[in-house]
């Protein structure tokens, strides 16, 4: 491959599991950079004992400032593709090389990564009641023909990562990204992936409770600009 | 009455603290002068702010006061609200920077 891939991980308190994603991340990739976002634990350490590049927000953000912290540093370090990939080792490794392969081959902006379209391993009903209603909201909003708004893994070009400046500093950068995929009128296209629930990752994610204050963000984020 | 006196002394307060503490913007120590003697005037007239607030089509000059009180309150927060979101993005350009500068690699330069 003689384009450039970084693989952006945004982790914050991941200390336990981080060592073991960036490893098999590795085995692929050679350039990783992990967003170490003010952790408390031992994330940032472990994500360098593993062999990532390790940028340290002096203080907590949230995951979409983290995300846009090692977008930049990518593309200042030569970037052609950017695949943003979590932490907490729900994505599988071999799902990267389809995204990169599928923007490359199709030529297109953006490529996210569908649990909808791949296959999902025990994800609780619960859950998909509320990523469904989030991907009619962002169908709603953005007119974008989505079938996962809020997948973590996914593969930007370096001339859409120049345009898609994420200013939601928390969770509601997901939404974010694809307005501005919208907005900028990217080509856009999405892959089938495997997300594989864990106890661990479960108790990291997103809760109902939280999608209020996404919204609320999103609606601030409006007003504001 | 003695509501009266006591909101009476807070402005007058209001008024001297405004003078020793703003000295050098004279501008806002006037413009705070002139409302707290307006707001003086009306403490001990209400039946003149009855009339102001009449003539807007309000009942009573307290509920004036309250319309007033509620369309500035919640343009504040609406500014104020605004103004921290400005300032968390300057934070977070700040530590960003700060970290990409901070950046550990694994080929450090001898």
Request: proline share 2%; charged share 20%; glycine share 6%.
């Amino acid at each position: 491959m003689n384009q450039k891939t970084w693989i952006v991980i945004a982790a914050y308190n991941e200390g336990s599991v981080i060592r073991e994603v960036v490893k098999s991340v590795l085995e692929v990739w050679e350039n990783i950079v992990v967003i170490d976002d003010g952790s408390t634990d031992n994330t940032g350490p472990e994500a360098f004992a593993a062999g990532a590049i390790v940028v340290t927000h002096p203080i907590n953000l949230g995951q979409g400032a983290a995300l846009a912290t090692g977008i930049l540093y990518s593309l200042e370090n030569g970037a052609d593709y950017i695949v943003t990939f979590d932490a907490d080792g729900q994505h599988h490794v071999e799902d990267i090389q389809r995204l990169v392969n599928s923007a490359q081959s199709h030529n297109v902006d953006i490529v996210i990564g569908s649990r909808f379209l791949g296959t999902t391993r025990d994800m609780p009903t619960r859950r998909r009641l509320v990523l469904k209603a989030a991907v009619l909201f962002t169908r709603l909003t953005t007119g974008l023909k989505v079938t996962d708004a809020h997948n973590g893994l996914r593969c930007i070009s370096k001339d859409a990562a120049r345009k898609i400046t994420i200013n939601q500093n928390r969770m509601a950068h997901a939404s974010e990204i694809l307005e501005k995929v919208a907005q900028h009128k990217l080509k856009i296209k999405e892959e089938p992936v495997t997300i594989t629930y864990t106890e661990y990752s479960l108790n990291k994610g997103q809760k109902l409770s939280n999608s209020i204050n996404i919204l609320l963000e999103l609606l601030l984020g409006r007003v504001h600009k | 009455m003695t509501m009266q006196i006591i909101l009476t002394a807070l402005f007058l307060g209001l008024t001297t603290f405004s003078w020793l503490r703003m000295g050098k913007v004279r501008v806002f120590a006037r413009l705070l002068t002139i409302l707290c003697l307006v707001g003086i005037y009306f403490i001990w007239s209400p039946t003149t702010l009855t009339l102001v607030a009449n003539a807007l089509g309000i009942g009573r000059g307290a509920d004036l006061l309250l319309y007033i009180f509620l369309i500035f309150v919640l343009f504040e927060l609406l500014i104020s609200r605004i103004r921290d979101k400005e300032r968390e993005e300057m934070i977070t350009k700040l530590a960003r920077r700060v970290a990409i500068q901070n950046a550990k690699t694994h080929n450090e330069p001898h």
